[in-house]
């Protein structure tokens, strides 16, 4: 597995990756597939949009398994955070533990840093079961997201052991 920058030649399979990241809740809509697929890729250019507008200097990494791309990891750092803006792997290489190995590769960063990791998650994203046994915790519910932080120890007490925000 290795992190690459995200280049203009990934938009397609960005495209696709987001998709299927909404396949579940786009199952329910009785829309025929042509006009599913054209609302999820308006949803995927706004998304992209936002996130270039909102998060300047963010990095937009594409995750890749041999040479294969296998997701995105999208990261914002400031001096005292990292945001974990986005994180998404296709459903092949789902539930193989390659999330877990990114996000703490980030926590341990963090640690080191003294950082706060931060990251936005849906009330029903599976994931979330993962971001909580990492450590992390509820700041606030912002509409159907869940604002979550891990904390680094700050007390010397040892490694980056998850504490409340």
């Known amino acids: 597995m290795r992190l690459r920058p995200e280049t203009a030649e990934d938009e ?13 809740e786009m199952a329910a809509v009785p829309w025929p597939e042509g006009a599913k697929q054209a609302f999820l890729a308006d949803q995927f250019r706004l998304q992209r949009a936002h996130y270039r507008t909102h998060y300047e200097g963010a990095e937009f990494l594409i995750i ?19 945001r974990v803006m986005d994180i998404a792997l296709t459903p092949e290489w789902r539930g193989r533990g390659i999330g877990g190995s990114l996000l703490r590769s980030i926590l341990e960063e963090a640690g080191r840093a003294g950082a706060a990791v931060t990251c936005h998650v849906e009330f029903n994203n599976p994931a979330r079961r993962l971001y909580e046994r990492l450590g992390f915790r509820l700041v606030e519910e912002r509409g159907i997201y869940l604002f979550l932080a891990w904390r680094p120890d700050v007390t010397g007490g040892g490694g980056a052991e998850a504490r409340r925000p």
């Open 64 to 82: 890749e398994i041999g040479a294969e791309p296998a997701g995105r990891l999208y990261l914002h750092r400031t001096p005292g955070e990292v």
């Open 12 to 24: 397609g399979f960005l495209c696709r990756l987001y998709a299927s990241t909404r396949a579940g």
